[in-house]
């Protein structure tokens, strides 16, 4: 398979404005906590630094890696991120951080083989429909096998406990199948019965049901349950249109927990105000519409499932820190891709991305950057999307 043009060009500058965006705010969001824990304010920008530069070089490299290569390496990346999910359990070799056994440590630096898990399940589910595209349609041959990995994956997550990654696993999974056009009526059935099970699961521990308490009625307990989203909303509503200026934000003094993780959207929006956070979602638009437009001219079904489910676990963790940020979804673990302070998910969001590049050299002959003249946003990229789901 020869490679029909240049990667897109459009994606490419927006994960790079992204990781730009992400090393100002967390820089911004975390000077005063690295001051105080540290006694230097640069410390947590320095190493997300190292994180953006190892994730950047990484990309580039699997841009230039033809994407059928990773078809004969789904099953042994499977195995892998199984065995280091498993390892995260054993007492004694995961780091354990508030509660949860979730990192790997060497030399002081952490590694989420959830994150890898991600990754390597979206390779394993792209190769599984690829091989078994007639089987989609029968829940025997065509998702049982399949829903035994995410089963697996989904109790090893679930265990560690890290229950809004494991629920991101079965949403990754439902959205591929959607998208590669499987069954509706197994499709319908299967999101009933998983929705229900993780409902079951959010209230058999105490902590979980305090964050549904939390988003149906914050107020209640101002300074206990209710407290993160209350404050979110307050950096929210202080910066106002333009914000309050860059580095200028008041929540980020101890107010607002997780300020340069999962709320960094918050001191976006404080010190950036609504315009600054409307920039931000713009690139992740950017990013979703030509993942989605790269998916629709892949060649075939490996390339198009591969690029719709990087595109997917990405709009897919968006949605979920934002509408918590918002106060739209009850709070979670899920970090905001490439903004949030955090190795692990920014080096293999970043080497999904690669893939993803390397994918859009693959397609028509004209560059995928190029948009068609004289055609709407709707010839481009809705009816298209349509027709492939249909026609697979």
Request: charged fraction near 15%; charge should be positive; glycine fraction near 10%.
């Amino acid at each position: 398979m020869k490679e029909t043009s240049q990667f897109d060009y459009i994606l490419f500058f927006a994960i790079i404005a992204l990781m730009a965006s992400g090393l100002v705010m967390v820089f911004s969001a975390s000077s005063v906590t690295s001051l105080s824990k540290n006694a230097d304010g640069l410390f947590y920008f320095k190493r997300q630094l190292a994180w953006v530069i190892l994730g950047l070089a990484g990309m580039i490299i699997f841009s230039r890696i033809n994407y059928r290569n990773w078809s004969s390496l789904a099953v042994p990346l499977l195995g892998l991120a199984i065995f280091l999910l498993i390892l995260v359990l054993i007492p004694g070799v995961s780091k354990e951080i508030g509660g949860a056994k979730r990192w790997l440590r060497f030399k002081g630096f952490g590694f989420q083989p959830s994150e890898l898990a991600k990754l390597a399940f979206i390779i394993y589910l792209s190769n599984s429909f690829h091989m078994r595209e007639e089987h989609l349609m029968s829940f025997k041959k065509g998702m049982i096998p399949d829903l035994l990995v995410t089963g697996i994956l989904f109790l090893l997550i679930y265990k560690e406990p890290n229950l809004s990654t494991a629920a991101l696993i079965v949403g990754t999974y439902f959205t591929m199948y959607f998208l590669v056009g499987g069954s509706m009526k197994n499709l319908s059935l299967l999101t009933a019965a998983g929705g229900m099970t993780i409902l079951f699961l959010i209230f058999q521990e105490p902590y979980r049901i305090r964050r549904i308490k939390a988003f149906f009625s914050p107020g209640d307990s101002p300074t206990g349950f209710g407290y993160h989203i209350i404050q979110s909303l307050i950096a929210i509503g202080s910066g106002g249109l333009f914000g309050l200026g860059l580095g200028e934000s008041r929540q980020k003094f101890f107010m607002l927990p997780e300020r340069h993780t999962d709320f960094i959207f918050s001191i976006i929006c404080e010190e950036l105000g609504l315009l600054g956070g409307a920039i931000v979602l713009a690139l992740f638009l950017v990013l979703i519409w030509r993942g989605l437009y790269i998916a629709v001219r892949a060649p075939d079904t490996f390339g198009f499932c591969l690029a719709a489910g990087i595109t997917a676990v990405t709009g897919l963790q968006v949605i979920v820190n934002i509408g918590v940020v918002l106060s739209l979804l009850p709070t979670t673990g899920i970090t905001l891709p490439f903004i949030s302070y955090g190795g692990s998910s920014v080096v293999f969001m970043a080497l999904g991305m690669g893939i993803l590049l390397n994918i859009s050299k693959y397609g028509s002959e004209k560059n995928a950057f190029e948009m068609r003249k004289g055609e709407s946003f709707s010839k481009q990229f809705i009816e298209p999307v349509a027709d492939n789901i249909r026609r697979r």
